[in-house]
């Protein structure tokens, strides 16, 4: 089912990259990646998004785990009907979620990487739960027929 694909596909993406930054740098450091535009900085974040809830581990492993599971559970039963757009989105959704909470399961923070200077550092799997999240507003506001 090309859902579970994407979804074991972009938490596949997310792991490998957070272990790069584990295994290749130091917390704190950062790295040049393009120029003056965009670099690699490690931050080990105890929060959610923009660290907020810090050090509220189990609320944080509990609540996107909830999500995740029902995600799951929709995707399975409406993947017959329901629109491919708004599966696939979802499924990003589910993957970014997947790939910050094995993270905080296995070591109580989210590895953090990609850094513009002028917003919060973040990682692949925020990419996937951002673009996700506006492709879902973009099928509910301008595709869903319902």
Not at 7 to 16: G, S, W
Request: glycine share 6%; hydrophobic share 50%.
């Amino acid at each position: 089912m090309i859902y579970y694909l994407i979804i074991i596909t972009a938490a596949a993406i997310d792991r490998v990259l957070k272990y790069f930054v584990n295994t290749n740098m130091s917390p704190g450091e950062t790295k040049p990646l393009l120029g003056d535009f965009v670099d690699l900085t490690y931050v080990r974040n105890n929060g959610a998004a923009f660290s907020i809830l810090q050090d509220h581990r189990i609320l944080l492993i509990a609540l996107p785990a909830l999500l995740i599971a029902v995600g799951l559970v929709y995707v399975t039963r409406h993947r017959k009907d329901r629109s491919n757009f708004m599966l696939t989105s979802l499924s990003l959704v589910i993957a970014g979620g997947l790939g910050n909470l094995i993270d905080r399961v296995m070591t109580g923070y989210v590895i953090d990487f990609i850094d513009f200077r002028f917003w919060p550092v973040f990682n692949f799997a925020d990419i996937c739960v951002t673009v996700g999240c506006v492709l879902l507003c973009i099928y509910v506001v301008f595709l869903d027929k319902n």
